[in-house]
């Protein structure tokens, strides 16, 4: 249906927990679906590319894109500024697009406190366990052991705001987690107030019933 509203599908997790991994899947599964690229004050990361993984800026360039207002949310993560673009997303929405975020828990909150009056969907991702957490991100292999180290501190700090989200998956099993999630999006699409040309079809389904019935 065309007219739908766009859904924001907020994605969060401590860091190595399969948040991209799970993102990616969900991009070849629907084409349609949008994913709101970041920008970032952090380093590319081998084989990141500008413009389709982050958005890599200058600090200043940052501080002024949220000073004009052009950042939907923002926040400090890691020692980095993370912000997702509100342009890309204010079109998507107005589209009927779904739009994905791979967000931290209080990118996650300003989204769904925002007084946009936006359609969210929050999934949290747990790990099965801290130690298969830690093994994913050794087994990444991107990041120095001491970035792995902060990560590994941090992670506590966003799995403790795991209550805030509508949606908890643990993800052991990877092609599991994947099915759950599509069954999460499928749903919530199939909400009554996401489909807004559900009158129209009723007042032709009442027509039609009106019509046989004299
Ligand atoms: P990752 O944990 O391996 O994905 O490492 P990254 O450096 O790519 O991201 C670090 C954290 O920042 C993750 O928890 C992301 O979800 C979060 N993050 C990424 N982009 C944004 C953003 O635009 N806003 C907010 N609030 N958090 C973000
Ligand atoms: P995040 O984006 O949350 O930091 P990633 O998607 O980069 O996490 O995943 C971290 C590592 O764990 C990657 O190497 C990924 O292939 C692996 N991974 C993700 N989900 C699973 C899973 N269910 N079982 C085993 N490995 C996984």
Redesign the pocket.
């Known amino acids: 249906m065309t007219d739908r509203r766009g859904l924001l599908i907020i994605l969060s997790?401590?860091?190595?927990?399969?948040?991209?991994?799970?993102?990616r899947r969900l991009r070849d599964w629907d084409p349609s679906i949008e994913f709101s690229v970041s920008a970032t004050t952090r380093a590319p990361r081998d084989g990141e590319v500008d413009g389709r993984d982050y958005f890599f800026v200058e600090e200043a360039a940052f501080k002024r894109q949220v000073g004009h207002g052009e950042m939907l949310e923002h926040a400090h993560v890691f020692g980095n500024f993370y912000g997702s673009p509100r342009g890309p997303v204010e079109v998507a929405i107005n589209a009927g697009k779904d739009v994905l975020f791979?967000i931290d828990w209080q990118g996650a909150q300003q989204l769904q406190n925002s007084p946009l009056n936006l359609h969210t969907l929050s999934i949290f991702?747990l790990p099965p366990s801290i130690r298969?957490l830690k093994r994913?991100?050794e087994?990444?292999a991107k990041d120095t052991s001491e970035t792995i180290q902060r990560r590994m501190e941090k992670s506590w700090d966003e799995i403790s705001h795991w209550g805030g989200y509508d949606y908890v998956l643990v993800?052991?099993?990877?092609s599991e987690?994947e099915e759950r999630l599509k069954a999460i999006i499928t749903a919530a699409r199939l909400r009554r107030s996401q489909q807004p040309g559900l009158n129209a079809h009723v007042r032709a389904l009442q027509t039609e019933f009106e019509e046989g019935l004299s």
């Open positions: 997790s401590p860091s190595g927990a399969g948040k991209s991994t799970l993102a791979d991702l298969e994913r991100l087994s990444r993800n052991e099993d990877l987690t």
